[in-house]
């Protein structure tokens, strides 16, 4: 897996973010990982929703269209929950209270040098 950086107008949204683009990526997550620090996130692409299934910590996750908006924000998500959005292509998972200490909302455009599409 490939690791990215994330921004949102020019501010940096996720230092060290790895893509999970691939089935097995994807499926694996943050499985087994005990917490997930501030700065850090994994995008998984494609998908529209998440779980957090075997999870010892919660999430944010930030749901994103194809070009890379923000639909949705599941603030908090606690583990053994799952969320989802219509429309979303990627969701971009971050430590819980990231995405409002990083000032993420619906409308905002998450971009990276790579683009989400590479």
Known sequence: M???QLQVDGRTVCE????AGSPLARMRGLLGRKAL???????LR???SVHTAFMRFPIDAVFLDVDG???RVAAHLNPWRAAGCRGARAVLELSAG????RGVRPGDRVV???????
């Open 2 to 4: 490939r690791e990215i």
């Open 16 to 19: 060290r973010c790895v893509v």
């Open 37 to 43: 620090p501030a700065g850090e996130g994994i995008l």
């Open 46 to 48: 494609p998908a529209s």
């Open 69 to 71: 908006r923000v639909l």
């Open 98 to 101: 990231e995405s409002e200490r």
């Open 112 to 118: 990276c040098d790579r683009g989400l599409t590479s």
